[in-house]
């Protein structure tokens, strides 16, 4: 449910590519789409006011925060689809850190030793899903939105996702969302084959 309180565009694709490849090349998720990524997606920009004129990805600027934007988008992706989920791929955390058995936090799971943090239809709130956004916002916003096949079984607790798993998700993926202008704005990638998700337009 996106709001008149923020600017969707379509960037540049000579400018916004590289970033995006720059920003995901640490992401497992990233990794799996491979040429996918590049070839065969759309692209778009949130932001919460015009970026001034000339500004890169990665410059900072005086400027509101989006993330209630991302919040309204996963809710809306959770009750439009029954197998729909969210994870945020935590780049820097590991399931072996002492502060995970110190905090009470939500579910995570875990493949390759990298850590995701997912938000799922049951009982999907905006409370719940900035709980999960802030367990996972270390070194910026890395999600993706998938649908799975429905004889996928969605796990409600912390769990170690399979090889087989983690390819469904990530075959399933419709779209990934990354931070942009310092935490100022979304880069939003769509899978082109899937068509139109959510409510991007």
Same mark, same amino acid.
């Given at each position: ?22 920003r ?12 996918v ?25 005086s ?30 955390s ?5 502060? %995970? /058995? ?7 799971? !875990?493949?390759?030793? @990298?850590?995701?943090?997912? +938000?799922?239809p049951? $009982? ?14 270390g ?12 004889d ?6 912390t769990?170690? %996702? /399979?090889?087989?798993?983690?390819q469904?998700?990530? !075959?399933?993926?419709? @779209?990934?969302?990354?931070? +942009?202008?310092?935490? $100022? ?5 769509e ?11």
């Open positions: 449910m996106s709001s008149s309180r923020f600017l969707v565009a379509s960037p540049d694709r000579e400018k916004a590519m590289p970033y995006i490849s720059d995901l090349k640490c992401s497992l998720f990233a990794e799996q789409l491979g040429a990524l590049v070839e065969h997606g759309s692209l778009r920009l949130v932001t919460a006011s015009e970026p001034p004129a000339g500004i890169d990805y990665f410059t900072d600027w400027k509101s925060s989006c993330k209630d934007w991302l919040v309204d988008e996963i809710v809306v992706h959770m009750k439009l689809y029954p197998n729909a989920i969210v994870l945020f791929e935590d780049i820097v590991s399931p072996t850190d002492p502060h %995970l /058995s110190a905090q009470a936090h939500p579910p995570y799971w !875990s493949h390759q030793g @990298r850590m995701f943090w997912p +938000v799922v049951k $009982g999907i709130t905006p409370s719940n899903v900035e709980k999960v956004m802030a367990w996972s916002a070194t910026g916003t890395f999600s993706v939105f998938s649908t799975l096949p429905s996928f079984t969605l796990t409600l607790g769990h170690f %996702l /399979s090889h087989n798993e983690f469904h998700i990530a !075959s399933s993926i419709t @779209r990934l969302v990354t931070d +942009v202008f310092d935490g $100022g704005g979304y880069l939003v990638w899978r082109e084959k899937l068509g139109s998700v959510g409510h991007l337009t």
